[in-house]
């Protein structure tokens, strides 16, 4: 059974641009949830989405946004990027409803902001 | 507020040696705790799982033990190794939030030989 695929592994950007990140879940998993790490603030949750619906939001500004599609793949947009949003971005799967008893993480993307 | 705090931040231990990671949450209602070991750059993977109910769960040469009562936990690492190097995290999992985790800022283990 394949893992959490997420891409592009690195990614750099210029101040004011937008990226997109997408994340891959388990075959069967409903649930994607997306989090930030940084070295200052270690692992925060940005959303969750579970079948096509944002079910839970962290406390990041609008410039963080989400969406799922109908295959459960999911994709993180972030415009208008600043510097302070260099971090790694992990997604995690689950396979049913709220609360799973297991979460899988991807290997990340690490997006650098120049 | 939903918290997790853990330590040490940081520990280094010689190779062969026992060491125990100590993890404090104020999360509530709680559902469940994890621990995960995190190794640089890559993604979190899972080692214990326990809920409510659960006073203790191994995994190899990781036990962890909850205590939901003091809403504590410790992650036991027995007889380490140079790849037990990584961080370790605690995370817990609100009842009442979806799969949103709630994540301790970590505990970074090295292991000398």
């Not at chain 1, 500004?61 to 993180?76: A, D, I, K, Y």
């Not at chain 1, 971090?87 to 297991?102: D, I, K, N, V």
């Not at chain 2, 918290?3 to 520990?11: C, H, I, K, N, Y």
């Not at chain 2, 190794?81 to 999992?93: E, M, R």
Request: net charge positive; with cysteine; charged share 15%.
């Amino acid at each position: 059974k394949a893992g959490v695929t997420q891409t592009p592994r690195y990614l750099i950007k210029t101040r004011g641009q937008q990226v997109t990140l997408s994340c891959s879940p388990i075959s069967g998993h409903r649930s994607v949830s997306w989090y930030q790490q940084t070295p200052g603030q270690g692992l925060q949750f940005l959303f969750e989405y579970f079948s096509e619906t944002q079910r839970n939001k962290g406390n990041f500004p609008g410039r963080f946004s989400g969406r799922q599609f109908s295959n459960s793949r999911s994709e993180m947009n972030v415009s208008t990027l600043e510097l302070g949003d260099s971090a790694l971005y992990l997604c995690a799967s689950s396979s049913q409803g709220a609360p799973a008893t297991e979460a899988f993480f991807g290997q990340g993307t690490r997006l650098t902001v120049v | 507020k939903n918290q997790v705090e853990q330590s040490p931040q940081s520990l280094i231990i010689l190779e062969g040696k026992n060491c125990t990671l100590q993890c404090n949450y104020t999360v509530s209602p709680f559902s469940n705790l994890r621990w995960y070991k995190q190794d640089t750059g890559r993604g979190p993977v899972s080692l214990t799982i326990m809920t409510f109910s659960e006073n203790t769960k191994s995994n190899g040469r990781y036990t962890a033990t909850l205590d939901a009562d003091t809403k504590q936990s410790s992650l036991h690492i027995t007889a380490s190794q140079l790849s037990d190097s990584a961080s370790y995290i605690c995370v817990v999992t609100n009842n009442n939030a979806g799969n949103m985790l709630t994540f301790g800022g970590g505990t970074r283990l090295m292991v000398k030989p």
